[in-house]
């Protein structure tokens, strides 16, 4: 299990164009987070049950790609 920079820094490895701006818990639900940064000149939010942020892998990883080329708010830890 990584912790959150950890898990950030793959992101941001994997996605070089992605550039990181911050991590918050979210308000209505606190085992949920937000990573917010900027893709491809876009602002992007992406919204991930804490726990699976922790645990990355391919499967998360394809989903934020996925995320990133679609939508600007995104939900890909579900």
């Given at each position: 299990m990584l912790n959150i920079d950890e898990s950030i820094a793959v992101i941001c490895k994997e996605?070089?164009?992605?550039?990181?701006?911050?991590?918050?818990?979210?308000?209505?639900d606190s085992d949920r987070?937000?990573?917010r940064g900027n893709y491809e000149g876009r602002k992007i939010a992406l919204s991930f049950?804490?726990?699976?942020?922790r645990n990355i892998d391919g499967a998360?990883?394809?989903n934020i790609r996925k995320?990133?080329?679609?939508n600007q708010e995104a939900h890909p830890g579900e």
């Open positions: 996605f070089v164009d992605f550039t990181f701006f911050s991590y918050e818990k979210e308000e209505q987070c937000v990573v049950p804490t726990a699976r942020l998360l990883l394809e995320s990133l080329i679609g």
